[in-house]
């Protein structure tokens, strides 16, 4: 039996050494095959320079270069594509997962014959409030929004069972959320608790805009409830319009009612109503932005060159 570990990387040379330690300290104590993936996000520090150090010295590396930087999703999934094990094991290089769990993972898998095993983080140290309380937000509208169940307080850290494997390899889309594409697939999986720990050294691969920009991808990607959204507030605005006329005429004929010329309430209304309309026509781009990049059939990566026991294949 070959496990296969995929190992993402951009711009982690402070971590590597450190990572790639650990990593065989858990592939010594097993007794299955173990294959270290390395996926090299177009780093442009000594990343590279320094796996393929690893490589010469140890034939369980291997390592995918790419030609620039194309994000953390498509250096997860051409991992996924290029494993050869009987399942694979995804863990970022800033040691926030533990490698240690990768054992427990594959008795988990061994031992309850699911397809999917995922951590589940029950703490997550380092982090701050803002993070921890955003993170909780949207897992959470995600699952009310979308119409697969979809686990919170989860990432990339999971073991994928070779069927796991074989269908996520035919999904042809090129915009790929992943923690929201392997729980649609529909395998069954557990989950394994663990504290997520303080990244080891250098920076997040995942600030704010980054983050934002991956919300919009699991939900662009998993609900048409904001296009259903937008006819809602369309339909309310009309009513909102409609007794707003209603308003006006009985107050143009009524005694009772008193009313001040002026701008201001109007120009309120125009700005408030045409801002609703502004938003949803920037959900119906994101959509349509979506539907372009799709038709285009670009790559969803570019592999530069791939490095086998230390020889460039």
């Not at 934002?212 to 939900?219: E, K, Y």
């Not at 994101?286 to 060159?305: H, L, S, T």
């Amino acid at each position: 039996m070959i496990i296969t570990i995929v190992v993402p990387c951009y711009n982690e040379e402070e971590v590597i050494n450190t990572t790639y330690t650990r990593l065989v300290s858990v592939a010594d104590s097993v007794d299955w095959q173990t294959e270290m993936l390395f996926v090299d996000d177009g780093s442009s520090d000594e990343t590279l320079r320094l796996l393929k150090g690893m490589a010469k010295g140890d034939s369980r590396v291997r390592i995918l270069s790419f030609s620039r930087n194309f994000g953390h999703q498509a250096a997860v999934s051409a991992g996924i594509r290029y494993a050869h094990g009987d399942a694979v094991v995804i863990i970022d290089a800033d040691l926030q997962d533990p490698p240690e769990l990768i054992p427990e993972m594959v008795e988990i898998w061994r031992e309850e014959e699911v397809e999917i095993v995922y951590g589940k983080r029950l703490e997550r140290e380092g982090e701050t409030v803002f993070k921890k309380l955003s993170a909780a937000l949207f897992y959470r509208l995600l699952n009310r929004l979308s119409t697969t169940p979809l686990p919170t307080d989860t990432g990339d850290f999971r073991l994928l069972d070779r069927k796991v494997i074989d269908a996520f390899n035919h999904l042809s889309e090129r915009n790929k959320y992943i923690r929201g594409l392997i729980p649609w697939l529909g395998f069954r999986s557990l989950p394994l608790g663990y504290r997520r720990e303080v990244r080891l050294a250098g920076e997040s691969k995942y600030p704010l805009l980054k983050m934002l920009t991956l919300a919009a991808d699991g939900l662009i990607s998993f609900s048409r409830k904001p296009l259903q959204l937008a006819m809602v507030f369309g339909i309310l605005n009309i009513i909102v319009s409609l007794l707003l006329a209603v308003y006006v005429f009985v107050s143009f004929f009524s005694q009772r009612i008193s009313t001040v010329p002026g701008w201001a309430s109007t120009v309120l209304i125009i700005v408030f109503f045409s801002g609703i309309q502004l938003l949803f026509l920037g959900v119906l781009g994101a959509y349509i932005g979506r539907i372009f990049d799709e038709v285009k059939a670009r790559p969803e990566y570019i592999v530069k060159e791939i490095i086998e026991n230390g020889r460039h294949e």
